[in-house]
């Protein structure tokens, strides 16, 4: 089972490939921004990736789009977009333990 190391605070997550990080992250009880509810829309749950880019799923148009418009880094994904297929370390940018 793939892990996800959330730099912010040091914790290791269990994660499901068929789960978004997005919604791995709520139902671990980390807060993250997702006005949108999760449809590629407001940007607002982005995260930046440490390690690990290889293992993540393929960025979509809609999701291209959305990166696009809030100009985000190259190693920056949205969380309601992204799937783990092997371990990774991310970034919850304002995230605060």
Do not use: W
């Not at 709520?26 to 949108?36: A, F, K, P």
């Not at 590629?40 to 982005?46: D, E, L």
């Not at 990166?67 to 990774?88: E, P, S």
Request: aromatic share 2%.
């Amino acid at each position: 089972m793939p892990v996800i190391k959330i730099a912010n605070s040091g914790q290791t997550i269990n994660a499901s490939p068929a789960v978004s990080i997005l919604n791995i992250l709520l139902r671990e009880g980390i807060r993250i921004n997702h006005l949108c509810g999760g449809k590629a829309v407001c940007g607002t749950c982005r995260i930046t990736i440490i390690s690990g880019m290889e293992n993540l799923s393929a960025v979509s148009e809609k999701e291209r789009g959305r990166l696009d418009a809030i100009k985000a880094k190259t190693n920056q994904r949205l969380a309601c977009q992204t799937y783990v297929k092997g371990d990774a370390e991310i970034e919850i940018p304002g995230f605060k333990p």
